[in-house]
């Protein structure tokens, strides 16, 4: 009598060790009720899965192991597996791309249809890489294949495709679901699926209609972003082939802070680096590497890695929206099934006459065509990709103030609670200036009159008199010399018409001089010791400086000249 978790057991068992074992070599009776029974893999694990505990005794157990853990390691995985969903499981199973390739899904029985943009694609658009948790994955418009555009959006176009999942190759404890694994991104970054990737479901059609985003972000100083450089703490040249994501360089640098702490490759991203080196691969049945994981993984929660993995200032994101229905229904299973005639994957022809055996031999009965169709269902998965629009949205990241932001507000500030603008700023400038200039010249002067001797009457105080003297020349024209005590000589000059100039400073004075002009009675009435003698009947004459013409008595018109010039 077996339950049904135990009838799973044995399937697994089945599956992995030994196809040729009988009931007898795969379970373990127990002694207090022998119809209660329990698989040998769960015997001696410290868990007492009998009534009485047999399954744990030291008499059947002896040093606590009864079965070859080197020779099963997935069992012993198995057995030292601490969590209820069995998702450490998946770590066990590391191996090398090489195996991994070979053990994989076959891309050839994979992609059963491809189309794009209406036209045929085939496998060789496709690039074949491994990945930790999937195995074997395949990428459309990969850099090292050629590059596939399209201008057209809606559901008509776009990448469609057909995939035969095959889950009778699914591994138990690795596989808990069925579908496929599908990761949208820009074409030069290193897909993880794992992490950003979404699942189908089978027997559906699922529509997936992306729109793309941009992001822009601004550098030094104002955001702290790289422009596609990878940091110094990520050795790798398998990571460059790519251009820079925050997530491949948390990535890479971890798998190179273990391989430098365990001496193992915890991931398959290293594979490429180390080829010729012979890194053994982390397995989880070695205690000593899975705790060595364990302290590297809680050192990178921590914090304590200098990854120093920044965002990049441009990256392109896609935005997905999923949509799907069931399928392939009844009515076009005929068809379908038809088209896969053509296929020539191993798998998919095995498939295709398991179908056609089916059907021939039930003549096509509901009963037989409702069972194939079942069986079609949980096998495959119809994929429709395409571009919602050919818009693109773009956010971006500007300066909060710049420097044209940041003059305009002090500007405005200034204006508004000092008054001030810039011309204002320019004029206080110039009369700063002039007074620079001002005091500039004036120091000058000062140095230079420092060493000017300066007379006696320089020296006396000055004062302004309404009266000055004037001497005169014997000489035509009359020259007439006026004199302000403490001040310049000033040259006044008397034409023939009776014309007066006077040349004073930074202006000119006239005044009629027609009734000044002495007679030659006047002359001849002059002192005796005057020097003054009339040369001709011209009215001009000339006094020498050294003798003085003076005047027994002035006249109203002398005191109009004398007047002119107070």
Sequence with gaps: ????????????????????????????????????CVHKHLTCNGIKDCPMGEDEDVSLCGDGQILDTDSRPWLTAYKHGNREDYSDMQKAGTAAPAIVK?????????????????????????????????GNCFTFNHPKRP????????????????????????????????????????????????DDGFSVSPGTATSI?????????LGHPYGDCTHNVWPASVKSKSAREYDFSTKSCNKYCFAEYTLAKCGCLSSLILAGDTEGMNASYCTFINETQRECQEDALADYSQGKLTCDCKVPCNEARYQTTLSSARWPESSYLAHFVRMLYHEKGEKIMEFTDHVRETLVNNTFSDEATHEILEEVRENFVKLEIYFDDLSLEQIYEEKQLSVETFLSSIGGSLGLWVGLSIISLVEAFEVAWYFISWWYKKSRRGASGKHTKRSASENAPRTRHKSRSCSFDQRTPMQLTTIYPGAFNNNCTIHANGRLETALPGRYQDAEFQSLMPSKAEFSNSSPDSSFSPINDSPNFMANSSSKYSRPSRTPADNKLFTNFM
Excluded at 4 to 25: H, I, V
Excluded at 105 to 132: G, P, R
Aim: net charge negative; charged share 30%; with cysteine.
């Design 1 to 36: 009598n077996f339950s049904k978790n135990e009838m799973d057991y044995l399937d697994y068992d089945y599956t992995y060790y030994d196809y040729d074992a009988t009931l007898e070599d795969l379970i373990f009776k127990c002694r207090s009720n022998s119809s209660y």
């Design 102 to 134: 070979a053990n994989g899904q076959k891309i050839e029985d994979f992609i059963t249809q491809c189309s794009f943009d209406s036209l045929k694609c085939d496998v060789e658009d496709f690039f074949t890489w491994q990945n930790d948790a999937y």
């Design 147 to 194: 590059v596939k555009t399209t201008v057209r959006e809606g559901s008509q176009y776009g990448l469609k495709l057909a995939l035969y999942i095959d889950q009778e190759d699914y591994i138990g404890l690795l596989s808990p679901a069925s579908g496929v694994r599908v990761s949208i991104h820009s074409r030069n970054i290193k897909p993880f699926p794992e």
């Design 209 to 217: 209609r992306i729109h793309e985003k941009n992001f822009v972000r």
